[in-house]
């Protein structure tokens, strides 16, 4: 099992960067894949990146592809997720997620992979 709390959200003014940070608690990051999903106002819950535990490689949705950066500390215990020139699109509650140890489901694009949440960190985007 393991708990996870993100933060590093909050008013964000259009062409900025910012940093997410999802801290693991009662478990380790480590042999799971994470992914950070989020949820506009208004629309369903979506993919943005995810990094897999078995070789490292990441995934990007194809809307933050190129400005943004997923990346883990195992001695911090913690994900990021980095998002350069942010834009009004970019507005949304932020969602990290774990798998379960040593999953290996391959798609980790798909939050049915995903066995634990944090509570999310919303970000708002200002033009």
């Known amino acids: 099992q393991v708990q996870l709390v993100e933060s590093g959200g909050g008013l964000v003014q259009a062409g900025d960067s910012l940093r997410l940070s999802c801290a693991a608690s009662?478990?380790?990051?480590?042999?799971?894949?994470m992914g950070w999903f989020r949820q506009a106002p208004g629309k369903e819950r979506e993919f943005v990146s995810a990094i897999s535990w078995s070789n490292g490689r990441t995934y990007y949705a194809d809307s933050v592809k190129g400005r943004c950066t997923i990346s883990r500390d195992y001695t911090k215990n913690t994900v990021y997720l980095q998002i350069d020139n942010v834009i009004s699109e970019d507005t949304a509650d932020y969602y990290c997620a774990a798998s379960t140890s040593l999953n290996g489901n391959s798609d980790i694009t798909n939050s049915a992979t995903y066995a634990y949440w944090g509570q999310g960190t919303r970000v708002t985007v200002s033009s």
């Open positions: 009662k478990g380790t990051i480590s042999r799971r894949s």
